[in-house]
């Protein structure tokens, strides 16, 4: 199902339509048998919050020229940005019962040339930031007043082309450009900091020239408000540090690298609906 | 002399020594700074190559259309799709060892599966780049953008061509790649001599009745194939030399009818023997017209440090290597 347009929601109704799209996440996942889980629920509310309430968009004119750009630079999260978009209307709700099928729009990881509204194709993980910083690079060329937005993991800051992009975009002082960080400390392999250490993410940023905030990914006021205060500063990009939980909503995935990768199977996905139904067992499922 | 008039050629082609000679790169300038003229989304990034990409020449004219990547080739290709979806037709240069050397699977994503319209151009191709050795002396940068779905391929003879290539690439959609080789290459065609993506053009038409060996030839290598036609005519061999700057698409129709009437192929490029201009013939000859084909190019090695002159025939890569191959060809056809 397609949400009803409206011009505001309000906060208390977002969540609530990222509780509902969780499931529709879960029920595309199960379907498809392969992908990822836990960074997609874990961005819900991040998209959620995008979708319906931060960017200036048109589904129905996807490339409509003073659209604000939100790329996705981690192409593995698509699920959720594809749960999202056709909750926004950008396509019809049962496309989503496609992912990963042959012949659908909805590749294991997104392409521009098949679906439009994605921005831009993406997968190899850290060549995002540079395709954002090259859009807000044009509009600041051109006197545009849209905004280039770049949702990124933490896993591709170990990549050296995330840096490369971020030093141009510190020294051309691309104000119209709003990274956000999912910082959720997973990869494949396991946890970030185990793996290939990030730390200190801010101060790194903040060496080349960016603006940075941290703020609870999962908290939908939290995030509205950083972007209106990256979109204040004027002269620096600005980065969102949002430290979210791994597979948020789902109690057996929450925090977990071994669900970075893969999808629930039919059981885990009846058990992981009924939680999210029931806010984890705290309220009464309507459709129990 | 039977170069072909159609093509419009400068005088004194087989005299070497009378041939002006410059860089093809400043094709690149000169036709970056008139499809800037033209068209206003034209813009230019570069890694810190200006001067010796001649990207330096749009800067000069367009300093606002200018973008300095520094030296982060990964980051400009990714940075010019961004542009490109934007609307901008971005030129990104550096040497070809590091883009579409470095940043290939940039190229890959965000360039070619993308459909960007990010035209790259890779200075510094084959050995004729002389001292600076093989670290980089691209040889394998066309076989790397070849196989890319989406991706055209240029590899012009001298500084005319490339003018034209950058100005033709500038007006349609879609990637492409252009390599430039050589310091100074002699100048072989004229402003009027015609180019159009997709064409061979004929340069060389035998002076006999008889053709025997087709020669295709690209870069530098072409002036080269000329006076190899030259030599091998007066051995009494009949001689066609194309031009074939357009590496892909490839003027399949020419080829065809070519190896037809001679039935017997030479293919010459200062690039791997392997996977470029010749690997291109020979896939589609394989396929549609058996004859043999003899790829001069580089054998399955790295470059080295030395005069490119003097490189150029240590890697084979002169008239006599193109003389020696065609009489190859035509041997292997009896």
Not at chain 1, 38 to 50: D, H, K, Q, R
Not at chain 2, 302 to 331: C, H, Q, T, Y
């Amino acid at each position: 199902m397609q949400f009803p347009k409206k011009e505001h929601y309000s906060v208390d109704e977002l969540y609530k339509m990222a509780n509902e799209m969780r499931v529709d996440l879960i029920k595309m996942l199960t379907k498809a048998g392969s992908g990822h889980s836990a960074s997609p629920l874990g961005t819900m509310e991040i998209w959620t919050a995008f979708y319906f309430h931060i960017l200036n968009h048109n589904p129905k004119k996807p490339d409509w020229e003073e659209r604000d750009r939100l790329l996705l630079s981690c192409g593995h999260y698509c699920p959720v940005r594809y749960t999202v978009m056709a909750h926004a209307g950008y396509f019809p709700h049962e496309e989503l019962w496609t992912l990963r099928k042959y012949g659908t729009r909805l590749q294991g990881h997104p392409e521009r040339e098949r679906l439009p509204g994605v921005e831009t194709t993406s997968g190899p993980l850290g060549s995002g930031l540079s395709q954002a910083a090259g859009m807000a690079k044009v509009a600041k060329m051109d006197g545009k007043k849209w905004w280039t937005y770049v949702l990124m993991s933490d896993g591709e800051q170990q990549t050296g082309q995330i840096w490369e992009a971020a030093m141009f975009a510190g020294n051309n002082k691309l104000g119209n450009l709003i990274g956000i960080l999912d910082r959720n400390n997973i990869q494949i392999n396991g946890f970030t900091e185990d793996v290939m250490p990030l730390e200190p993410l801010m101060q790194k940023y903040e060496a080349f020239g960016w603006h940075v905030q941290d703020i609870d990914g999962h908290n939908i006021e939290e995030l509205i408000d950083a972007v209106n205060k990256a979109k204040a500063v004027f002269n620096k990009p600005s980065l969102i540090l949002a430290h979210t939980i791994p597979g948020r909503g789902v109690e057996f995935m929450e925090r977990k690298y071994e669900w970075h990768g893969k999808p629930p199977n039919p059981k885990e996905a009846l058990e992981a609906i009924r939680e999210i139904r029931t806010l984890g067992g705290r309220i009464r499922s309507e459709h129990e | 002399m039977p170069i072909n008039k159609a093509a419009k050629l400068v005088e004194n082609i087989l005299d070497k020594a009378k041939l002006e000679a410059k860089p093809t790169r400043d094709g690149f300038g000169l036709g970056a700074v008139a499809a800037g003229k033209k068209d206003p989304n034209v813009v230019v990034l570069c890694a810190d190559l200006s001067e010796s990409t001649r990207a330096q020449m749009f800067q000069k004219e367009f300093p606002d259309r200018y973008v300095e990547v520094g030296v982060a080739e990964q980051n400009m290709a990714s940075l010019a799709a961004g542009m490109a979806l934007a609307g901008k037709v971005p030129f990104i240069a550096s040497y070809a060892a590091f883009s579409p050397g470095r940043n290939n699977e940039q190229i890959r994503t965000t360039i070619s599966l993308n459909n960007a319209n990010v035209k790259i151009m890779g200075a510094h191709a084959g050995v004729s780049v002389g001292p600076d050795g093989a670290t980089h002396q691209a040889l394998e940068d066309m076989a790397l953008m070849r196989v890319q779905p989406n991706m055209k391929v240029f590899a012009p003879c001298d500084v005319w061509e490339a003018k034209k290539i950058v100005e033709a690439i500038a007006q349609i959609y879609g990637p492409a790649y252009m390599r430039f080789a050589r310091d100074k290459t002699p100048v072989i065609t004229t402003a009027e001599t015609p180019f159009a993506i997709g064409v061979a053009q004929l340069f060389w038409e035998s002076a006999k009745e008889k053709v025997d060996v087709a020669i295709f030839a690209c870069g530098p290598l072409v002036h080269e194939s000329i006076l190899a036609a030259a030599v091998l005519e007066k051995e009494g061999l009949g001689v066609e030399v194309y031009d074939s700057s357009s590496v892909k698409p490839l003027d399949e129709k020419t080829v065809l009818a070519a190896a037809k009437k001679a039935g017997a192929v030479v293919t010459a490029e200062e690039h791997q023997a392997k996977g470029g201009l010749g690997g291109a013939i020979a896939e589609f000859l394989g396929e549609n017209h058996p004859v043999p084909v003899i790829r001069v190019g580089v054998k399955d090695r790295f470059g080295e440090s030395g005069e490119p002159d003097e490189l150029m025939v240590a890697f084979g890569l002169v008239a006599k290597d193109i003389v020696a191959a065609a009489k190859r060809a035509v041997e292997l056809k009896k």
